[in-house]
């Protein structure tokens, strides 16, 4: 189920300073999913912020300090949610898909402890990965960071690209869509193609189609 009236989690909001308007967009956020037992997230970075800062950004709150932290428990990202909890174990189907390499994004490596996870599913979908080197370095994006310091941000996506550029394949794959917005504007200066967990996944184990 996709519920329509969701909106942005407010990290944007909540990292600049901005405590009220995360802190309303945390509460429409909580009413929102209120029915769901399990909220699963494409994206390692709002999965953190739903489920490290809402409690405490809404502790102070008798009506919503509770709620936020029974969604934060029951609140996971994709591949989290897929490997620890389902326990999907998906048959890959079709030719084997093209070598890539994995992008571990800040926060989902640094605040989530998820490495492995990303790494599971993509080889029980039957996609060979190439590791590349410095894998968890920042690829510049840093939410409004890209923003406040192009030059700089630019710079390590130009890095990180080149890096993704000496492994076979020629393709980068990454959980977090601030990474793949970030590096999908500059992927045609190196010839990478950035790609999203979910459709590589979604592709490797779709009967006749080859990633």
Known sequence: TFPAGQTCCGQPFFNSGFR?????LAR?????????DTVVLP?????????????HLLAGEPKYAHRARRLASRTFELSEFLVQQAHWDPA???AAPN?????????MCRLLGLRQEPRTL????????HEMAESDRC?????????????????????????????PGGTLVTADPGCLMQLRGLAG?????VRHLAEVVEEATRPGVTP
Do not use: W
């Open 20 to 24: 009220d308007e995360a802190a309303r």
């Open 92 to 94: 890959p189907a079709g």
């Open 122 to 129: 993509l080889a029980q979908a039957g996609c060979p990965v």
């Open 28 to 36: 429409h956020t909580i009413d929102t999913f209120a029915e769901y």
């Open 139 to 167: 690829c510049g994006f840093g939410g409004l960071f890209s923003l406040r310091m192009p030059e700089v941000s630019n710079a390590m996506s130009r890095e990180k690209l080149a890096q993704a550029a000496n492994t």
């Open 99 to 107: 070598p890539i390499t994995y992008h571990d994004s800040c926060h």
């Open 43 to 55: 994206s390692g970075s709002c999965t953190s912020m739903i489920r490290r800062e809402y409690p």
């Open 189 to 193: 200066e190196s010839g990478v193609q």
